[in-house]
T-cell receptor, first 112, second 115 residues
Framework: GENVEQHPSTLSVQEGDSAVIKCTYS??????FPWYKQELGKGPQLIID?????GEKKDQRIAVTLNKTAKHFSLHITETQPEDSAVYFC???????????FGPGTSLSVIP | DTGVSQNPRHKITKRGQNVTFRCDPI?????LYWYRQTLGQGPEFLTY????????KSRLLSDRFSAERPKGSFSTLEIQRTEQGDSAMYLC?????????????FGEGSWLTVV
């Protein structure tokens, strides 16, 4: 089955700096890669996703890249703000409506 | 509120007792998922339903766990003879197939503490 790894497990950045989280997956059948933000005591919330036919996608301060050959994908957050502090999960699935396999998470702290 | 609704949000139970969680998906979402999340870990897939049919169960879903979706709308997850290792957040998610740009929406979760 699919296995998703994620690094780093914790990340601390100064407000205004960029944050990068990297993930790898194992199953070449995966074609959909969502990223979730989870705040304390809440469920995961989708922040951006990318499909295998796209190499890069951007939404305001958030961008994701995908290297399907290497089975790597990354999340980039620019101009970080304190409200970006949360746990971020990368994930993989065959399609956007199949079960999602999550990575272990990255705890991001943005220091004002 | 038109999101995925889960109840109760928190449950404390004694070891050996049975507990049941309910999930109300987004209206007309025909696919419903259950996940379990322990502290410091990512959510782990447990099972999912397509309408009322349970199509896949993870090995994590032991015999003490049972999930139902009798009318293809709300779902229940029952844990019998709870153990301390069952302490976790149980997440429900839903999606409807066939729509463009569809994605899975998660609820806020139900926290279970077994003492």
């Amino acid at each position: 089955g699919e296995n998703v790894e994620q690094h780093p497990s914790t990340l601390s950045v100064q407000e205004g700096d960029s944050a990068v989280i990297k993930c790898t997956y194992s199953d070449s059948a995966s074609n959909y890669f969502p990223w979730y933000k989870q705040e304390l005591g809440k469920g995961p919330q989708l922040i951006i996703d990318i499909r295998s036919n796209v190499g890069e996608k951007k939404d305001q301060r958030i961008a994701v890249t995908l290297n399907k050959t290497a089975k790597h994908f990354s999340l980039h957050i620019t101009e970080t703000q304190p409200e970006d502090s949360a746990v971020y999960f990368c994930a993989a699935s065959e399609t956007s409506y199949d079960k999602v396999i999550f990575g272990p998470g990255t705890s991001l702290s943005v220091i004002p | 509120d038109t999101g995925v609704s889960q109840n109760p949000r928190h449950k404390i139970t004694k070891r050996g007792q049975n507990v049941t969680f309910r999930c109300d998906p987004i209206s007309e979402h025909n696919r419903l998922y259950w996940y379990r999340q322990t502290l410091g870990q990512g959510p782990e897939f447990l099972t999912y339903f397509q309408n009322e049919a349970q199509l896949e169960k993870s090995r994590l879903l032991s015999d003490r766990f049972s999930a139902e979706r009798p009318k293809g709308s709300f779902s229940t997850l029952e844990i019998q003879r709870t153990e301390q290792g069952d302490s976790a957040m149980y997440l429900c998610a839903s999606i409807t197939l066939g729509g463009p740009g569809n994605t899975i929406y998660f609820g806020e979760g139900s926290w279970l503490t077994v003492v």
